[in-house]
């Protein structure tokens, strides 16, 4: 079995919108910008360091109208969070859902994710 060298790749997320940016990084993730890449193996995704999340941008009224909706698993519990309030107090919760959500719903996804770092 070989060992995959996985490289650290920096990106800079000023000015940046979140689903423009989170294809980027999902694809580094999965390794498809390299040719050794397999669908069903993570031995080719690299880390991500993102960097001036804080300076990214959301087009339109997203930041007025968008809502982040998660379930407490009880009756009548669903919550949801403006975009405005998520981005104000957590830029990177942004960015890390939208990069969540283009990644392949598998058991691979948890191990990619981790693969992220904010700075």
Do not use: C, W
Request: net charge positive; no cysteine; aromatic share 4%.
């Amino acid at each position: 079995m070989t060992r995959h060298r996985r490289d650290k790749i920096s990106i800079d997320a000023a000015g940046g919108r979140p689903g423009r940016l989170a294809t980027q990084i999902a694809k580094i993730l999965m390794g498809k910008h390299k040719a050794s890449y397999d669908p069903r193996v993570d031995a080719s995704g690299d880390k991500v360091v993102i960097k001036n999340v804080s300076q990214m941008v959301l087009s339109g009224k997203k930041l007025d109208q968008k809502e982040y909706l998660h379930h407490t698993m009880h009756p009548g519990g669903l919550k949801s969070i403006p975009a405005k309030k998520l981005f104000k107090e957590n830029p990177e919760e942004v960015l890390n859902h939208a990069v969540n959500k283009m990644l392949p719903k598998n058991k691979l996804r948890t191990a990619r994710m981790l693969r992220i770092k904010f700075e």
